[in-house]
């Protein structure tokens, strides 16, 4: 974790830009997708990520509040593993 200031501010902000790049294509995906399949596929990527991204808001937050501990334990217990369940919803499709 970097220890500048404005350092983490920019990796933050970095963060958030790509999850608003993300946001936009999931949004054009849910118009562009039309199969019962596809669209269950969509929804069970949009759960989880929806998971995820809540636990790293979260993460972000203590990181811009200067809260390392915090940080770290967040990390390690609930963000790490939101993330390693990600792909497994989706190995059945």
Not at 57 to 71: I, N, Q, W
Request: cysteine-free.
């Amino acid at each position: 974790m970097p220890s500048d200031e404005s350092a983490i501010k920019q990796e933050i902000s970095k963060v958030q830009a790509d999850n608003n790049s993300q946001a936009k294509i999931l949004a054009g995906l849910s118009k562009s997708v039309v199969s019962v399949k596809g669209k269950a596929f969509l929804q069970s990527l949009m759960d989880t990520q929806s998971i995820y991204a809540g636990h790293e808001r979260s993460y972000l937050g203590l990181v811009a509040a200067g809260d390392k501990t915090a940080a770290k334990d967040l990390l390690l217990n609930s963000l790490a593993p939101s993330q390693k369940t990600r792909p497994a919803s989706w190995r059945n499709w």
